[in-house]
């Protein structure tokens, strides 16, 4: 029996990944202190999980940005846009253009798409793809970091995105042909690799392969086979695992055991019922990976609910075919529970409950030994800890309040509607708030900067007072409300400088939920968010915004926006619960926060915005089980807005997904207003709710927040001209993609101030047409 990680977290210790970067973009460090860096973390990983006992040790799953980039630069699928950088700058240089853009010394290029992996909270930069494109080996980070193991002494086990995964999570930017062509043409590129990482004694491959937990095409099945078949022709003596996760084999379960690999790892935390049926059907040859540890919550293990599933392969195809393995990259993981030591912030009650990747790393290997014929002694206290701390979880009076579960049980299908449709609100909401054509508006937060957190961390140590604190957010809460109505905008927002993340504010004031010092997971590139751990039933003590949303309306006679997450996404961007299906978790936050709309809206908050990003994040990743889902997750959305009345105007913002499957159901949500990002993919989103007749206002994005370029007045009003093609121009919001928190002022500031010019000469256009 064996043990391996299928990725580590690279974001290093406090974030070290993060700050070099940004260190790096900004001049502040040079590229081979940056590199530095990236090796540091690289090595402490592979040192950690030597000492603990891992066999085997992951390379290739570090990256500096993303991993399906990384992949895309190894391939040569380098965007025709970069040329000019790729001769003029570095590897990495060319590297961040793709992922951020650039704009500078005479050049302007837009960053490549970025949507989410899978159902989690991580972006990927998203390939593109032509008909008849080539490809080459231009980047060797792949072989380089297995060379970099070698060299500290570890025959590390390369991970490399599966070629039909890559192409799978790529998009055709023309019309007239299907990616899957595209297969044979970067096959020889994979084979390439395979070459040199046998050449220098590469033993095992990971190749990660999560499409085949998902719905697949016979194309795409055919090529599967195709594929690993002509793999095993070239590489007879390489052992392959092939890593599947996120979702159960399920349908193409045949397909799975029937590739020519070594070893299948299934994620058996997200559908253990899938080892049954994989058990009567593995061939003799196959050797199983068994992902029983979670790779993407917080919880520690069970370690008795694991062995039963160890057993039962064991039983059936003997010890020496098992490897033991978290469910998935530990990139979803904090990196460190030891780090948690602060008692007023995570007591030691829950911290017990807990398993960070460190954790979860030990806990692997103490899987193995527990699974011996004869585990010693010291292994067996092991297992009785864990189970007095997971009786303690089960049975703790923190996690339980009778009153929340009551209120639940007592909602009904009235308190999921407004009181009438939107046809008629939309009359009520115009007499009230009086708005001009392509009105225009903002996502919510405005730059966070240095001074910002300055004051914020200055609070927390106790260097400055409630009061001292408080006025200095006030004053730029009236800056930029001031230059907000300077600038022209119709609908304002108070910019959030008193919020730390959008989910960890609102957690920090509901009940049920708990913080971490140093929980960071990368979300994207350099940012990185420190998800709230929820442990326990949700409800609102005492309101949560409506201080400073009124404080921002008492300052101006324009409209100020009051700014709330949506259920869905805290529960998405939390790590929840595992005691109590996450519909009932996700009720009950609706419920706390339909509590802070009704009290904004008697501070007299008028235009409130519900942010819901993760909804399309939170989708099943098979069909099959969307319409639960969709279910709870619109009710959830509709008891949280459907309290008000109907002059209140009700926002939500989406961002990064796809809709045209999922159209019907954000109509059903029932928001006056939607925002949503379009301008990465130059309006295409749009398309799906041209296509249904959305019946409801939207603001697509006209710029890229992600990106640090500033668009041009000319380059927004294009973006509109696309938009009124689709969308009827008295539907139409003009706004950002996304909240301006990670941008700098002086960006914002321009971009904003062409985004408004861009507004007014749409609506000139418009009047001249219709004249």
Same mark, same amino acid.
């Given at each position: ?12 210790? =406090? ?121 080459? /080996? ?15 002494? !570890? ?23 299907? @990616? ?56 007879? %003596? ?15 379960? #045949? /397909? ?5 690999? =070594? ?23 196959? %050797? ?11 919880? @520690? ?5 694991? /062995? ?14 098992? +490897? ?45 030994? /527990? ?10 206290? +092991? ?17 339980? $309040? ?62 400055? =007072? ?27 927002? %108070? ?22 010092? =140093? ?78 709309? $009704? ?23 098979? @069909? ?14 509709? !008891? ?66 992600? #990106? ?64």
């Amino acid at each position: 029996m064996q043990t391996h990680i299928l990725g580590y977290p690279r974001i290093g210790s =406090n974030r070290k990944l993060k700050k070099a970067c940004e260190q790096y973009w900004s001049g502040k460090i040079t590229l081979d202190e940056l590199l530095d860096v990236g090796k540091n973390i690289r090595q402490n990983n592979w040192k950690l999980q030597q000492e603990a006992g891992i066999d085997l040790i992951p390379c290739n799953d570090f990256s500096f940005y993303d991993q399906v980039l990384d992949m895309t630069l190894t391939l040569g699928a380098i965007p025709e846009r970069y040329e000019e950088i790729a001769l003029k700058k570095s590897e990495t240089d060319l590297y961040f253009a793709m992922a951020r853009g650039f704009q500078k010394e005479g050049l302007d290029i837009t960053a490549m798409e970025m949507t989410k992996w899978f159902d989690t909270n991580y972006h990927f930069i998203v390939p593109e793809f032509h008909k008849n494109q080539e490809f080459k /080996l231009f980047s060797r980070k792949i072989i380089n970091e297995f060379l970099d193991a070698k060299q500290v002494g !570890i025959n590390a086990k390369p991970v490399i995105i599966g070629l039909l995964t890559y192409i799978l999570l790529g998009k055709e930017k023309e019309e007239g042909f299907n @990616k899957l062509e595209l297969a044979q043409k970067i096959l020889p590129v994979y084979i390439q690799i395979l070459k040199e990482l046998e050449t220098h004694g590469a033993e095992y491959i990971q190749f990660d392969e999560p499409f085949l937990a998902l719905d697949l095409d016979e194309k795409s099945k055919e090529t599967y086979s195709l594929i690993y078949a002509e793999i095993r022709k070239q590489f007879p %003596h390489l052992k392959i695992i092939v890593a599947t996760y996120f979702e159960g084999l399920r349908d193409n379960l #045949s /397909l799975a055991v029937s590739l020519p690999v =070594n070893v299948l790892h299934l994620d058996l935390v997200r559908s253990p019922e899938q080892l049954e049926e994989v058990l009567k059907v593995i061939p003799e040859t196959l %050797h199983l990976s068994l992902g029983v540890i979670d790779g993407r919550n917080i919880w @520690k293990n069970d370690f008795e609910k694991s /062995l039963r599933l160890i057993r039962q392969t064991t039983d059936k195809i003997g010890l020496e075919r098992i +490897l033991i393995a978290p469910s998935c990259s530990l990139l979803h993981s904090p990196s460190d529970l030891d780090q948690e030591n602060n008692e007023s912030v995570l007591s030691s009650e829950i911290k017990q409950w807990m398993a960070f990747a460190k954790q979860k790393v030990s806990e692997t290997v103490t899987l193995k030994k /527990l699974a011996a014929e004869n585990p010693d002694y010291s292994t067996l206290l +092991l297992l009785a800890e864990n189970k007095k701390a997971i009786e303690s979880r089960k049975t703790s009076p923190l996690i339980h $309040n009778s009153e929340v579960k009551d209120r639940v049980d007592v909602t009904t299908e009235e308190d999921a509607k407004r009181n009438k449709p939107f046809s008629m609100r939309k009359i009520s909401q115009q007499d009230i708030l009086n708005l001009p054509l392509f009105p225009t508006t903002t996502i919510g937060s405005f730059p966070q900067t240095k001074e910002v957190r300055n004051w914020r961390a200055k609070f927390k140590k106790g260097e400055l =007072n409630a009061k001292q604190y408080d006025d200095l957010l006030k004053k730029e809460t009236e800056r930029t409300i001031r230059w907000q109505e300077e600038i022209g905008i119709d609908v304002l927002v %108070h910019g959030e400088f008193e919020r730390n993340d959008m989910v960890e504010y609102f957690g920090e004031q509901l009940s049920g939920f708990v913080f971490t010092q =140093n929980g960071w997971v990368q979300s994207y590139g350099s940012r990185c968010v420190k998800p709230p751990v929820i442990f326990g039933d949700v409800y609102r003590p005492n309101p949560m915004t409506v201080y400073w949303s009124e404080y921002a309306q008492s300052l101006t006679k324009k409209w100020v926006k009051g700014m709330l997450t949506g259920p869905v996404t805290i529960l998405q961007w939390s790590f929840v619960r595992d005691d109590q299906p996450r519909s009932l978790t996700c009720k009950q936050i609706a419920l706390a926060i339909r509590d802070e709309v $009704n009290d904004l809206e008697k501070a007299g908050i008028r235009i409130i915005q519900i942010d819901e990003p993760a909804i399309r994040e939170g989708l099943p990743l098979r @069909k099959s089980d969307w319409k639960h889902y969709l279910q709870w997750a619109v009710e959830a959305f509709r !008891i949280s807005a459907s309290g008000v009345e109907d002059a209140t105007q009700i926002h939500t913002h989406m961002c990064y997904s796809e809709f045209n499957d999922i159209i019907q159901n954000i109509a059903d949500m029932d928001a006056d207003v939607i925002t949503i990002e379009c301008s990465r993919s130059q309006m295409e989103l749009l398309n799906a709710f041209a296509d249904f007749k959305y019946p409801n206002e939207i603001g697509p994005g006209v710029y890229d927040i992600h #990106s640090p370029r500033v668009p041009s007045k000319e380059e927004m009003v294009e973006l509109l001209k696309k938009a009124q093609a689709v969308i009827p121009a008295q539907q139409l919001w003009v706004n950002p993609d996304c909240g301006l928190k990670t941008r700098h002022w002086d960006e914002t500031e321009k971009a904003l101030i062409a985004m408004v010019e861009a507004s007014r000469e749409a609506s000139k256009l418009l009047a001249v047409q219709t004249h």
